[in-house]
């Protein structure tokens, strides 16, 4: 088989250009694009004399494919058996509208036209958007209308101060609008006035805090240890939920340490423990504890996983909280523990500053393998609880600050 190229390679060229939004974007900022030349693969001078019907069947096919359009450029080719012929050289697409008739995309183009005269009339900030995003648009092209309904009441109502689920515009609830909260950032940074927007507040999670919402308020879930402050609690329930800003305002005078678990069982199994609460964490994510300045004035104690990410999340956490201490994250328990090993997925080799000493040599023994090859991992709940429990009883009484 040659590699001469046929009308539908000149149209497959076309298609790939489509597919990377190159051919809609065209409409909403012409450049230079057009007119668009095409790589056309002719036969070789051998091949002109050793198939030379299968050469003028090619340049026939070509020829008759014009219709559909591209241009062709012919050459006059001189050759010492065959004489003087004219073949194409050279294929063109001249105008969008005959790129989009060779792509076969005209009824993509006419949807896509209405989205612009759209955009152009009622949000021209998010035109740069559509440039970029042509094809994400089609795909949006129904609920194209309501978002452009949206970012208009957000023009008009900025750093509105209420949920989401309180915004009221016929067709918009507040799943459609977190269904599309990314392309809302997108359009939303391109379209509302500076002021409007919290800068410091980003990705998916933190939409409502970015644009001025109400967001549900973050929680802490948290156990007293100490079996005498279970008549204080209604119901005689230890585990209970606090929004962040009652957790800020919690600074009992009889709390003196304070435990952080990242494991729902050992958060729930924790040892009793006089004076002492523990709270249920959540990985990475430490933000519900920041406003409580009184866990500066506590013992607090970190217990996670010791692998790269449980040191990695200590460290992080000591950001917030210099004085955390770390429990059951140590050599002497990680090595007790050698049949409980596991493979960690994804660890991290980044630097940790925070990390003491003893906690840097053994993290660095992690996260360059020199225990083992494979990726090492002890899970808290792995741990023998009877160690737990001699970790807590081996605490010194009265607590300081950071012991």
């Known amino acids: ?17 489509w597919d990377r ?3 809609l974007g065209h409409f909403v900022e012409a450049g230079d694009l057009f007119p668009l030349r095409l790589v056309l693969r002719g036969p070789s001078s051998a091949e002109l004399s050793e198939k030379f019907d299968a050469v003028r069947a090619w340049a026939a096919a070509l020829q008759q494919g014009e219709r559909a359009g591209y241009r062709l450029v012919q050459r006059e080719v001189r050759h010492r058996i065959i004489g003087a012929n004219r073949l194409p050289a050279e294929a063109w697409v001249d105008t969008p509208e005959d790129a989009l008739r ?10 896509f036209r209405t989205l612009l005269q759209a955009t152009q009339t009622r949000q021209p900030a998010l035109l740069p958007w559509l440039r970029r995003q042509p094809l994400r648009a089609l795909e949006l092209a129904d609920d194209w209308p309501r978002l452009l309904d949206f970012v208009a009441w957000l023009q008009t109502h900025p750093r509105p101060g209420i949920y989401l689920r309180q915004v009221d515009l016929p067709g918009i609830h507040s799943k459609f609008l977190e269904a599309h909260r990314g ?6 940074d391109l379209a509302l006035a500076v002021e409007a927007i919290d800068t410091g507040a980003t990705g998916a999670a933190q939409f409502a805090q970015r644009y001025g919402f109400r967001d549900k308020p973050a929680r802490v879930r948290l156990r007293f240890l100490d079996p005498r402050d279970l008549a204080w609690l209604p119901g005689g329930d230890s585990d209970i939920t606090l929004t962040q800003a009652a957790f800020a305002r919690l600074d009992l005078p009889s709390l003196q340490r304070i435990f952080i678990t990242e494991n729902e069982i050992n958060f729930l199994a924790f040892p009793p423990l006089a004076n002492s609460l523990v709270i249920f ?5 430490f933000e519900p504890l920041a406003q409580a300045g009184w866990l500066q004035h506590k013992s607090l104690h970190y217990w996670g996983d010791i692998d790269s990410h449980g ?8 950001a917030l909280l210099p004085h955390a201490q770390s429990l059951l994250m140590d050599r002497d328990t990680l090595l007790a523990h050698e049949g409980q090993w596991t493979d960690e997925p994804q660890p991290t080799q980044r630097d940790l500053p925070r990390l003491n000493e003893a906690e840097r040599r053994l993290y660095d023994d992690l996260r360059w393998r020199r225990l083992r090859e494979a990726p090492l991992r002890l899970e808290q709940e792995r741990i023998a609880y009877g160690c737990v429990e001699q970790a807590v009883a081996r605490l010194p009484w009265p607590p300081q600050n950071g012991a």
């Open 281 to 285: 964490g959540a990985g990475y994510g």
């Open 21 to 23: 939004g190159e051919l």
């Open 183 to 188: 392309l809302l950032a997108d359009w939303l």
């Open 1 to 17: 088989m040659n590699a001469w190229t046929t009308p539908a390679d000149l149209r497959a060229q076309l298609l790939r250009r």
């Open 311 to 318: 040191f990695a999340i200590l460290d992080q956490l000591r």
């Open 102 to 111: 060779l792509a076969g995309k005209s009824r993509e183009v006419r949807v």
